[in-house]
């Protein structure tokens, strides 16, 4: 049974910091790896997907890199700003005939001025 | 259009209320979602529908009844539900290629229930 472990599980860091949130899954069988952001009480916003064939993605400040031999994923957020506060989520879609994503738990980020 | 749209944003209803909430597509997207995230957690799948049929239910209570009218819309109809369901339930579509976790889903806003 595939899980997903997010650490930490919040950060606060000063603006201009750059910072890794990290993900981790059991089962190296995925077909690719997502990244969220969610503020709160509100919806989901993809920042980056990773395919299984892909070691990284870019997109702006953040990057996003896959480890599938070792089940690792980090996000990089460079030069952090205070907009940056919200809750990131990595989802993983495993091998099986479903759309099932599995969420980590989230790390909470908030940026300080 | 890459939107998935959900309405209503906000709903407070009664334990014997019969309320439903509505998600819309113009992506040419095949598969729909339902999503539940109940406060400080991840969302857990709660349904897939895909070509209008319901392909997956993970066990989710007679009280929540899923409709796919047509390939744009996906409904969740709700019925004698109990605070505990207050939660924030979250569309998704995605296109239907095989295999399917290969698919890519694209989230709505969500609609925020709560039930007295």
């Known amino acids: 049974k595939q899980e997903v472990t997010q650490i930490p599980a919040a950060l606060s860091v000063p603006e201009g910091e750059n910072l890794v949130l990290n993900c981790s899954f059991t089962?190296?069988?995925?077909?690719?790896l997502q990244w969220f952001r969610q503020d709160p009480g509100k919806g989901l916003t993809s920042l980056l997907l990773?395919?299984?064939?892909?070691r990284e993605q870019t997109s702006g400040r953040l990057n996003a890199s896959l480890d599938k031999s070792s089940g690792r994923s980090t996000l990089y957020i460079a030069a952090s700003q205070p907009g940056d506060s919200a809750t990131y989520l990595c989802?993983?879609?495993?091998?099986?005939?479903?759309?099932?994503?599995?969420f980590g738990q989230g790390t909470t980020l908030q940026v300080k001025p | 259009d890459t939107e998935v749209t959900q309405t209503p944003k906000h709903l407070v209803m009664g334990m014997t209320n019969k309320k439903s909430l509505k998600c819309e597509q113009h992506?040419?997207?095949?598969?729909m979602y339902w999503y539940k995230q109940k406060a400080k957690k991840p969302p857990e799948l709660m349904f897939v529908?895909?070509?209008?049929?319901?392909?997956i239910n993970e066990s989710v209570p007679s009280r929540f009844s899923p409709e796919c009218p047509n390939s744009s819309l996906l409904n969740l109809h709700l019925h004698a539900l109990q605070p505990e369901d207050s939660a924030l339930y979250l569309c998704?579509?995605?296109?239907?290629?095989?295999?399917?976790?290969?698919?890519?889903?694209?989230f709505g806003a969500g609609s925020r229930l709560t039930v007295l």
């Open positions: 998704a579509s995605s296109q239907d290629r095989q295999p399917w976790g290969a698919n890519v889903l694209t």
């Open positions: 089962d190296s069988a995925i077909y690719n």
């Open positions: 990773i395919q299984s064939s892909q």
């Open positions: 989802a993983v879609s495993s091998s099986g005939n479903t759309g099932k994503l599995i």
């Open positions: 992506m040419g997207h095949r598969a």
């Open positions: 529908y895909s070509y209008e049929k319901l392909s």
